[in-house]
């Protein structure tokens, strides 16, 4: 594959926590610590050629493959204002023919980020939700409308998103019994951290490409909370339960063919261990873009 | 099912570490501490439902599921007496037709836990052993005949509790040769970690139900060690080569119909990660009430 | 087997960090914190036997399985001579017809621990390289020729040591295209940690002997990082994706037969969480001991 | 006296953190952790009498001394409601003839505080402001009007409060030219944490009564970065040179009994070491109630 | 002065935190943390001379300044049994013309130490108390009467000890009324911290000497919490206000000479910042050793 | 006074922890973090003014106060050139007219940063060096010549480097007395931390200048552990009894104006509390800056 086929992939900073309303605050802080990490994996490519061990291989992924943009500015106060400035910078991205990379911040950011990919792209939106939570509360009097509970319910308001073409992995344990109804009413499917960790990725990926066939472009939003807190304890909350992170990062690897923005979301430096969570959010963003390079069409015959 | 026929389960707090004499102490502070983590999650029961992301189903606990019972109190400097105040707390409840869940403090509770409730019910009780340890010293000078170290081997000389209908699960590393002498004397079974990791939950459990089945009533001991360091930091001692928080929580969720009390011991604040062992205490009691609030009789057929 | 069949081995401290010129520095203080906790578990040997709960079987190793020796002196800003004291250390303790196992200090001294098996030892000299870094390059500005990234590269220039007989196991992630090439144009084969936790702790020892079979005789050089952060926090670096320990101990404990050393590099107590860490590798060092108390000759026929 | 004439003290909690936007997040957790120690020092009360040993005095404080009224309720996303609140839950207090105590919470409250004083009392307001920074911001795209650096500034906005009431203590370090000029303009004097601490308790409190003599009522705002990081590492900012935890208290013993309402902010659980400043921050709450229940009339003649 | 005129210390561990049932449990590590730090401070002691900076002299301290005696046994769950062999360690180095140095364990432990001072020495025994609280309690059900909250008030009930003959120092914040009147009835005398912090190091030795004029022989037992968490956060609990760490060395020095038995109690590695608290504790033991070497009578005229 | 005469001055850091042969390394980390810290606070600075709290005053200290020069590159394991970097960098700031500050890094730093001023600079040079610690050690096995032990040794070997020009500060607790002797040989003064606590900042920066006036130049050398461990957690060692942030601060600010160049040694972000540490030094460096931008001439008459 020549080099002018390769994608390019812009890594956003979305220093935001104002709707961390029911986690720890302190995910402002990761994209500095992330970013950090990022630059240090990102020197491994010369030549636009980089070796990975996993694949034995020395793969070219051109000299311009992680562009970092900064990060994005946060509006005092105002999730609206912030929101749109999100989504401006991902659907700039897209129209750039780059592939947007978002660290959060909160994991309200997985709305502004698919309205940016939705404002972008065209036809069906689908997301692959990798949470330990649903994110599908409408609007309570503690948290609003637009908090971190909220992101995928405001998500599927969007006109070409339909819960049919999206899928939500790792999410476990105990919910109200009205977003397991919101659920069976949308049709809106998971595959619990459980039923992940029982069948392995390979069928865990088939089932999740089976359930997006239908959607023309896919967005990966990775709550850094889909991996348990023994992997990743720097994160918004700790839900034992978890995936690791050896599953984290080829889950990201091999779904980044197929999709065209991505955001890890809740990585919290406040609570981490030693920057160990930072780290690898790092490595799932750089694994990202390396295994991204060759884009893949989404559809059924994957 | 009819709300009638669910159990019902009582959260007791031992804050009791007295017997702490070989691993850490600390776990003093662990009833406090889990009981702020169940509260919050046993808010989720609306109208005594419940929306669990493992089963994708609304289940029916009923609207009593889980009541905090406070502390039991702990008697300065005499184990003996704090020990009676414990039974009595396990005997109590299950004599009201409830299962108690007791948060200790250490180990040493496995033996007065176990004592309640083979005052409580006829016949031959089991005992479902989940730690990284045998606690099977009879008595030493350092630790005396009651200590963290002697829980099983005290069970073991009540009047109906005998070897057979036991099993130690999780169990690993290297021990005194006397104490795998007594194991071989005794029959007393266990399946070390190691061979949990390779089999798995399913065969695990199979195993477990074929040892006990000619037990009439069974008691769940979980000790926290029996989970690897990584999961639950906040322990008695770093054992490594446990099993994951997920595998602890389903063995906890299977086990929970079959049992009429549990334990969960050594979590220790003092040594905790941001709380991160609490928290998964915190689900391992509320996985055994809302998983055991249907009951199934123990024995052969299961 | 008699107890005279029995090989006994010596436990070296090399507290010296001084080429620890990318990871953090600390695993200096390695060696007094490793001894500690081994020293506890060396006292469960009772009249040269040993309950051990993975086999289930009180064993025989002998009264005089692990010897401390104490902490190898490191010279003052003279990575040479420090070297050539680890190396004398190593060739001493197998020319006494004992195994050396060396706690390291950083993974440098990969290489002067290989060259006392090869000084003490005839025939070809296989290495196991456990780690999640190559340790292939040459020779930098930042780093010189003897740092912890050159370990496996100078060992490759000793006599009797080629790639042939060696393999790395459990590295992971990206690299240099030039570290790829050298691995190419030398033949030296390594298992990544995603091939390990796919293909199970089996399939990889059946990988890993076969590889080595040319051998004559076999160095377990086992640097800490290996291990996922998740249980082995106290590391020189946090490379997320590795394997369990569990599965170090059992890699450890199976290879253990076949090898005539052992290093165990990079614990850092700097970065350690509550010394889960040291605790670790006292496990790894006092398992190889117990199960390589029965040597087994290497070659094609293991 | 009698304790009729006894002042009683409401402890309002204000989880609010929202305007954190230079310092740490995480005072949102200060409420929860304050309170549990606060209770622990208020069951010293017995027959409504406690023995202070700074005084070697059984003192009469009343039963009712501090009565928690539990949090505020934080509105999402709308500080201005949110502050609204507090300015109620303060009026409310003093209009039942007792005194607030808020424990914040970020020092944005230093304005909705002392707006609940200016409400519910006639007169003159002064402020006696405890802080390592001046919060005399006026305004700024990445702050807004109302956050923690602007609570001074918005305070000297409203009617009956003026410079010439106010005083800062232990401030210290830069700042903005343009600060400096409107302490100039206004005439806010201070005393730096330098000068506090080379002329000690006496003369710094001479000189606090001296510039506020002419105020009606006081109200003490105690942001804990007030005091060193030595002493209150649990801050939104570490700045090193302030106060002993030993001159707090006193300080705020001393001030009391001229006080109608405080405030402690920016207490941050989050950044704690093992809890040291929440304890210290309930020490000066009670320290607070105890010394100011036998008020004394602000103004010259102290 | 000869050699032969200089006093000898032994040093003990108390490795026994069995009483502390109010603060953290963990001081049962402190005597194995301090005599790692002691042990390496005694070496800069060469052909029985050192050098002091605080003096800027070289000293002769003889070549058998402080011998780790190591730790007195535990009496699993018996305290009794446990104070008596602390009182026989304690008794027999004063029978051997040498200083006892006990390292606890918690504060219960100031009980058998003087005990100990008590039954090896005729006359008066006067007993100098730092510590932040008073230890005064008679008995409670949750403590019952020898926890580490009545190590004072059990010292007063020896024949020859009586209140007349001791000082507290640095005890501060608020108490029981029931604590203030034992106290005005004994005629107990306190120096509360913050009058230390006032007057200073010489005014409160003068203070202290002048208390204890009538006393034949003194102990000095020294709670760490009579130093500020900011210097001894590794406490078993944390009181604001405290004296700093240099102070508590010099009252230390300054005492020396006059005490025949000092005791260190409720360091807590466990709640430790970076082993801060316990290398400050090995500082207090060996600054008492040097200074001590050359005893003065204790009487009127120091 | 005009811009034109206002001193500039050049941040450097020193990233080399390779001679901490005795206290923890890390402080390669130091100029990192304190580099983030500085550049926040050199913002400050409006139109060539910054206003200081402890002056009241506006400052004018020039557009270009305080400029980062990046990090010396560190020679692999080869401490001579990396001195020689040192040396080269420090002279030649100073012959640009400009003063360094250097970060380091490990304070055997202080004699390659005295030796650049002593290159660049004719005539007698002075060094201030505070300390918890002598740095006379002459050469040991295990420390070689040239590591922290021995800075202030070879600084002293240098021509126009005397003792009677010199004055340790801070410096505490025990020593050799081989040490002592080299003090008393060669007239080097110092006073001890606690005398510097006894008499207060005045008294001792007139002891130090008297000390000092016979040089014509002088290097302010501040290793962070003259600080005490309370306020500067991350430093290679603790050593109890040492002076206040607030005071370091001061001393920094007033002898500013009188020195040629400053080095900040030992601090540790590895063993620090939240950064507090690199934020104090951030805040040392600045200080240092500020104050000194209006150069005063060393000599009697100061």
Same mark, same amino acid.
């Given at each position: ?13 979305? #220093? ?8 720890? @605050?302190?995910?402002?802080?990761? #994209? ?67 592939? @947007? ?118 967005? &990966? ?11 990743? @304890? ?5 839900? @034992? ?7 984290? &990062? ?19 430096? &406040? ?26 069409? #989404?559809? #059924?015959?994957?």
């Amino acid at each position: 594959m020549s080099d002018q086929n390769l994608r390019g992939f812009d890594l956003w900073g979305a #220093p935001f926590d104002g709707e961390a309303s029911l986690g720890w @605050p302190g995910s402002r802080y990761a #994209p500095a610590k992330v970013r950090e990490a990022a630059r240090w994996i990102n020197m491994r490519i010369q030549d636009g050629r980089i070796f990975r061990l996993e694949t034995n291989q020395i793969e070219t992924v051109g000299d311009n493959l992680l562009v970092d943009r900064g990060d994005i500015q946060v509006a005092h106060a105002d999730t609206e204002t912030t929101f749109n400035r999100v989504s401006e910078a991902v659907a700039g991205s897209i129209r750039n023919k780059r592939v @947007p990379i978002v660290i959060g911040g909160d994991d309200s950011l997985l709305f502004p980020v698919v309205r940016g990919v939705h404002e972008a792209l065209p036809g069906r939106i689908g997301i692959i939700h990798f949470d330990a939570h649903l994110d599908l509360m409408d609007e309570s009097d503690a948290q609003g409308r637009l908090s971190q509970s909220s992101g995928m319910r405001r998500s599927l308001e969007l006109d070409r998103i339909q819960a049919a073409d999206c899928i939500q992995v790792c999410e476990r344990h105990f919910n109200f019994p009205s977003s397991g109804q919101f659920k069976f009413d949308h049709g809106l499917a998971h595959i619990s951290a459980r039923q992940v960790l029982k069948q392995g990725v390979d069928a865990t990926l088939e089932q999740v490409f089976k359930q997006v066939e239908g959607a023309d472009h896919l967005y &990966l939003s990775f709550d850094i909370d889909a991996i348990d807190p023994a992997f990743a @304890p720097g994160a918004g909350a700790h839900e @034992p339960g978890g995936i690791t992170s050896a599953w984290g &990062l080829e889950f990201v690897e091999r779904l980044a063919p197929y999709c065209s923005a991505m955001a890890i979301t809740e990585v919290n430096p &406040l609570m981490d261990v030693k920057d160990m969570t930072s780290t690898l959010a790092a490595y799932l963003a750089f694994t990202f873009a390396v295994a991204g390079s060759k884009a893949a069409a #989404p559809g #059924p015959r994957r």
